[in-house]
């Protein structure tokens, strides 16, 4: 999460949520955890815990992460 500013709870939530979606080994589960992800995000969004610009970051992140882990487990 370089160039992101988070409190170092937050930043350890997200570690877990981007380990998740790395460690799927199934599409269904990559899935799952790329929502887990973005409910996420929505939560801190919510509660203003951070700027826009911060948010649309983790947005971009998790998206990046879950497509890149779709695609890795998508059959050839």
């Known amino acids: 999460m370089d160039g992101i500013e988070l409190s170092?709870?937050?930043?350890?939530?997200?570690?877990?949520?981007?380990?998740?979606?790395?460690?799927a080994d199934s599409m269904i589960l990559a899935a799952k955890a790329g929502a887990r992800a973005e409910g996420f995000v929505l939560g801190l969004e919510a509660v203003g815990a951070l700027n826009d610009s911060t948010i649309d970051k983790l947005y971009v992140i998790f998206d990046s992460a879950t497509e890149d882990r779709l695609r890795a487990l998508a059959p050839t």
Do not use: N, Y
């Not at 170092?8 to 790395?22: D, N, V, Y």
């Open 8 to 23: 170092p709870k937050i930043e350890r939530e997200a570690a877990k949520l981007l380990a998740q979606i790395s460690r």
